[in-house]
């Protein structure tokens, strides 16, 4: 089945008056985040994730704020456990 040129600007028109110009814009923007955001996941998927890691990178996190002498309002509670 072979579609001549003026099918498809018909069927392109039909397209424009149903969605309208914007909404295949966002539509078209949409669909391209979403394949760089699968494509970023596949990429981090294959790195091979540890346990320790998380409670590692938690850790280093609490030190820093510690150091940088951010205030912590439970840090009283924390100590009493």
Do not use: C, Y
Not at 17 to 32: A, E, H, I, M, T
């Amino acid at each position: 089945m072979h579609f001549s040129i003026w099918e498809l600007a018909l069927i392109l028109v039909i397209v424009l008056v149903l969605f309208g110009g914007s909404r295949l814009r966002n539509l078209g923007s949409d669909l391209g985040s979403a394949i760089r955001g699968f494509r970023d996941a596949m990429k981090e998927g294959g790195k091979p994730a540890t346990a320790e890691e998380e409670p590692k990178k938690l850790e280093q996190a609490a030190t820093q704020e510690r150091a940088a002498g951010l205030h912590d309002p439970l840090a009283k509670e924390r100590d009493k456990v």
